[in-house]
């Protein structure tokens, strides 16, 4: 933080110029640790914090209804990043000779500024990203978008026969691969759930191809990308803080649960939009949760 803490919540909001009580909300928002009212646990950061939201609030740009949904999702986006790079310098220090706080107190202090300059490139990069698909959106809520879920096959038993370590980087291969996949076919993923991967594409053929070639690779015995199933449905979702909602992303989840092992199975949606280089098989209709009768298809390459 720059400094040792100092100043207590009540010295911080002062010195901000906000109520106590919002700086406290704030904070609860962002998921920090609950500090006692007379403890020093802040600093002069905290206070610079603080103005900064206090002008946001003041400009309308954090509106009380947008508030705390964004700074909910601000902590819990850097939560979980901090937890992630705090761990991996901690793995780094223990392996070096002496004492290992001190070795991780001296890898931070030479790679927080790199780290602060990479996180911010990354956000400007993906802010570019995100202001020119809203710009070609008519509705800045609702879009019309291919949503799909990649779903690991007998996760839960798979799990159970790996050490943790091996556990932690059989996922973090199958979202890394995922990942590339999605974006070579003009996706994004939206979020990785362990055993899950849920991805957006604008058009539904680079959403079939991402979820066909995942199949493929997960039966391929040669291949380590484990056997997974999709499900994909095309429509109109509502798209919020970086995540997506509505019966589309609905759909697509409950279609996944419907696939076979290898298989991608898309919704009536998908199947209109899919023409040309596929074959689409109408499978029996079928009741899930939320929806009573649903039409799946299974997909396929036109060989």
Not at 103 to 124: F, I, K
Not at 135 to 150: M, N
């Amino acid at each position: 933080m720059g400094e040792a803490p100092t100043l207590t919540q009540q010295q911080v909001a002062d010195a901000a110029g906000v109520p106590v009580e919002l700086a406290n909300e704030l904070w609860r928002l962002l998921g920090f640790p609950r500090a006692d009212e007379g403890e020093a646990a802040f600093t002069h950061a905290d206070v610079e914090a603080l103005r900064r939201t206090a002008t946001l609030v003041g400009s309308g740009i954090l509106s009380p209804d947008r508030q705390a949904a964004l700074v909910r999702t601000w902590g819990r986006s850097f939560a979980r990043l901090a937890e992630w790079q705090t761990a991996l310098l901690a793995e780094l220090a223990a392996e070096r000779p002496g004492d290992t706080v001190a070795e991780l107190a001296t890898l931070a202090s030479g790679v927080v500024p790199d780290l602060e300059a990479l996180q911010s490139y990354v956000w400007r990069r993906h802010a570019a990203s995100a202001a020119t698909r809203l710009l070609t959106t008519a509705d800045s809520g609702t879009l019309t978008l291919s949503v799909c879920f990649v779903d690991i096959v007998g996760y839960t038993s798979r799990s159970r026969s790996l050490s943790e370590e091996e556990l932690v980087s059989w996922v973090e291969e199958f979202e890394d691969s995922c990942t590339l996949l999605v974006v070579d076919h003009g996706g994004r993923v939206i979020k990785t759930l362990g055993d899950a991967v849920l991805f957006v594409c604008d058009d539904p053929v680079g959403a079939a191809e991402v979820a066909l070639t995942a199949t493929e690779r997960g039966a391929d015995p040669d291949d380590p990308f484990p056997s997974v199933r999709a499900g994909l449905a095309h429509g109109t979702v509502v798209a919020r803080l970086g995540d997506v909602f509505g019966p589309t992303v609905n759909i697509a989840s409950r279609l996944t649960t419907v696939a076979r092992p290898g298989t991608v199975v898309v919704d009536e949606g998908a199947a209109e939009a899919l023409t040309g280089g596929y074959s689409l098989a109408k499978l029996r209709r079928t009741s899930v949760k939320g929806y009573s009768r649903l039409q799946p298809y299974a997909l396929r390459r036109v060989r």
